[in-house]
């Protein structure tokens, strides 16, 4: 990895989880599974995440990066040609994903012109679909079987849920200025609530709720499961959540 890949990925200061995605799920692989395979998927997974946060800076603040956006996307695409040959099955999952991920913008418009429940659902997860790609992997690689997976896949879509609304309601005046659709800012414009409001208004406790219930979902569904990294982190979310509404 070049010098500068080095220390895009070591200035990240969001949540740790994004720097080792991979391994959230490691409970559910084979215990005889190289933690090499791990560690390499965790790598991969962040400098796709820094790629989508460098599109995002570019895409709200017209900020210049798009040479970094590039460098992040084929620094993770060699990693995983390591694993997955060219004419592997694995590809075709890779290229649906960058073209789900490609719909965010026309989703995002779709919003602003007729929001709706359903649709900000889609938005929220083409946002974030390149997260799936750490399990995608671990299947294509044949080292979780395909219910395993497919449970694991309709969890992940509930909790990304979650997080896009948590996240809306927690960056509700920093994103006043962006272009970005924001359910929460948009639920409050339409029921005309003061922006100094929000966070005391049913509005947020109506919002938290439904946060709640959808890592609730993400819960339930992986309850059969052992106890992982990824089923930790929800209930550490699920936590934070509650303290937050009991503020």
Request: hydrophobic share 40%.
């Amino acid at each position: 990895m070049s010098p500068e890949l080095v220390y895009v990925l070591s200035q990240d200061g969001s949540s740790p989880f994004y720097k080792s995605y991979a391994s959230l799920f490691k409970a559910y692989l084979p215990t005889s599974i190289e933690i090499q395979v791990v560690e390499d998927l965790d790598v991969i997974g962040h400098l796709l995440f820094q790629m989508m946060m460098y599109i995002d800076r570019i895409e709200d603040d017209q900020a210049k990066g798009m040479d970094t956006v590039i460098a992040l996307q084929t620094e993770a695409a060699k990693r995983l040609s390591y694993y997955f040959p060219i004419d592997h099955s694995f590809w075709i999952q890779y290229d649906r994903i960058v073209k789900e991920f490609s719909k965010r913008k026309r989703l995002d418009r779709l919003c602003h012109q007729r929001s709706s429940w359903a649709n900000y659902e889609s938005l929220a997860l083409s946002r974030s679909i390149y997260a799936e790609l750490g399990l995608i992997a671990f299947l294509e690689l044949g080292l979780i079987e395909n219910q395993k997976c497919d449970t694991l896949l309709k969890s992940h879509k509930q909790f990304v849920i979650a997080f896009q609304l948590y996240d809306d309601c927690a960056d509700f005046y920093e994103d006043q200025s962006k272009e970005q659709f924001n359910w929460a800012i948009h639920m409050a414009s339409n029921k005309g609530i003061p922006l100094d409001q929000f966070y005391q208004s049913t509005l947020f406790t109506a919002l938290i709720d439904t946060v709640v219930n959808y890592l609730d979902r993400a819960t339930d569904l992986v309850k059969g499961l052992p106890i992982s990294g990824y089923s930790m982190l929800l209930k550490k979310i699920r936590d934070s959540v509650d303290s937050l509404y009991q503020a």
